[in-house]
């Protein structure tokens, strides 16, 4: 599919992406001049306050987006979704607005105030009529830095459910798909063009005379009344599927395609069932077990080795079995978390190198690579080498030796990289689809350093009266090589989930 062919077939909901977009950067922006404006006038009144006020917006800017929202996400009041995301983003637009009003207002000529005040104004008065109009230009200009700030950042807010062009963005990356990427960025750019323009036609209005500055203040406001009723329009239309009803199940997922599927199918059997469902899909990182804990959401497809290795922190062992039923039972003690039978399937670490390698070199194992991968360029995920049972283990554990540190990196970049040369050894996941589509290789691990990874639904107990019966029926329904089919049809063929899930589910 061309580019143009993707925006034919996709453009309502890009449309839909880019209005969330707009809302979010808007609305988080308006909050941030809101506090940031009245607070950068209390800074020129009191000069001891400047120093902490403009430290504490600095550090928020330093703060990584993703960790930002994370740290927010446990807190009943934010959660998931645009509120955490707005929280977030406004915390980032406070420094360009205090610190550019504190520069307008305190770079205006003495002797104008001097003159204010012999003409008998009071304080407010002079704030009013004379710094703030004088000060306007570098407001705006601290405003428009902000929102142009914010159009980037908000696509991170993606990894937290709130939806914007992030979601094509991610979903790209994770699918090796250009067109979603494509679709996604320059969507984004052309949104930060057109509130830049429309910011800079209203400073310019300020900056030079009256005479023609009316068509800039009228195009200004022009497109800047459109962008917030746009955002607002896409506010209201999802107010109606925003809350969650007593007997609706929330369903989570991870941010990668195995995930949402299996989130997909689970929502899918519930309203098969007769069951409200809302979907909260591709949350990054640890956020789906996060917004479990905090109530968010009721349900989301894990694996029992990542359960147990990074949620309850003990050594990885072998058996399947053990595995499943010590996290079962520390879960529901721990966590008050249920976990459904095992899928059928086991979607174990992948360590792949090069079909076209593994063919000239003979290689099968794991063991087999060590010896020439002294010279190779390893790649893995921030996960994987994170996690306990992980690359340290696994590097000490086979003995490799890798003469060149091995990257660190995105997980869904790992694969393109290997796939054109630039890494010769990624950790991935034994059921992707992009295996079969780049025609890559899984080594054997032959020394059986891997957990097992048997896919389950973890669950909060309270609703797990209501899923009990899906649970069952999807128990032990889904084998290695169909999830693996599953993967392909998504990630090789480009259809969407939604599509695949509906398949499966309407012939099992």
Not at 33 to 38: C, E, F, K, Q, R
Not at 358 to 376: H, M, N, Y
Not at 432 to 452: E, V
Request: net charge neutral; aromatic share 8%.
């Amino acid at each position: 599919m061309t580019f143009l062919e993707f925006l034919k077939s996709n453009w309502p909901e890009l449309l839909t992406l880019t209005r969330e977009h707009m809302m979010l950067v808007l609305v988080s922006t308006g909050l941030a001049v809101a506090i940031g404006l009245p607070l950068g006038i209390l800074l020129t009144r009191f000069k001891s306050l400047r120093t902490p006020v403009l430290g504490f917006a600095n550090v928020m800017q330093t703060v990584p987006s993703l960790a930002l929202f994370g740290l927010l996400i446990p807190i009943s009041f934010f959660g998931i979704g645009a509120r955490t995301a707005i929280v977030a983003l406004a915390l980032y637009a406070l420094l360009p607005v205090i610190r550019n009003t504190v520069t307008g207002i305190l770079g205006i000529e003495p002797k104008i105030r001097e003159a204010a005040t012999a003409m008998g104004m009071t304080g407010w008065q002079q704030l009013r009529m004379v710094e703030l109009p004088l000060a306007m230009p570098v407001i705006l200009t601290g405003i428009r830095v902000a929102v142009v700030i914010s159009v980037g950042v908000a696509t991170v807010a993606a990894a937290v459910g709130a939806g914007g062009l992030g979601t094509y963005i991610f979903r790209g990356l994770r699918q090796n798909d250009n067109n979603l990427l494509l679709a996604g960025a320059i969507a984004s750019a052309l949104l930060a063009l057109v509130c830049d323009f429309a910011i800079g036609q209203l400073e310019k209005s300020y900056a030079i005379g009256e005479r023609t500055s009316t068509v800039r203040k009228v195009a200004g406001f022009a497109l800047a009344g459109a962008l917030i009723v746009f955002a607002i329009s896409s506010y209201v239309a999802g107010i109606g599927s925003s809350g969650a009803g007593a007997g609706t199940v929330v369903v989570g997922s991870k941010d990668f395609t195995e995930s949402v599927i299996l989130a997909e199918i689970l929502a899918q059997s519930l309203e098969r069932d007769g069951i409200s469902v809302k979907r909260q899909f591709e949350l990054g990182g640890n956020i789906p077990h996060k917004s479990l804990l905090s109530g968010q959401i009721d349900v989301y497809p894990e694996y029992t080795g990542t359960a147990y290795t990074t949620f309850l922190e003990h050594p990885p062992i072998t058996d399947p079995q053990t595995v499943y039923d010590q996290t079962k039972t520390e879960y529901l003690e721990k966590f008050d978390l249920d976990l459904s039978p095992p899928l059928g399937f086991a979607n174990d670490f992948a360590i792949l190198v090069r079909g076209n390698v593994a063919r000239e070199k003979g290689l099968k194992t794991i063991s087999d690579a060590v010896p020439l991968a002294r010279d190779w360029q390893a790649g893995f995920g921030q996960d994987f080498m994170s996690r306990p049972d992980g690359y340290a283990g696994f590097a000490k554990a086979y003995g490799f030796n890798f003469s060149k540190q091995p990257r660190e990196m995105d997980l869904s970049l790992t694969y393109a990289a290997l796939q054109s040369g630039k890494l010769d050894l990624i950790a991935g996941n034994s059921t992707d689809g992009l295996i079969s589509a780049l025609d890559l290789f899984q080594l054997a691990d032959d020394r059986h350093y891997f957990p097992p990874y048997q896919a389950v639904f973890i669950a909060r107990s309270d609703k797990v009266n209501a899923l009990r019966a899906v649970f069952q029926r999807l128990g032990n329904a889904i084998s290695t090589e169909q999830m693996r089919k599953l993967n392909y049809e998504v990630d090789g063929r480009k259809r969407t989930p939604a599509e695949v899930a509906a398949e499966w589910v309407a012939s099992h």
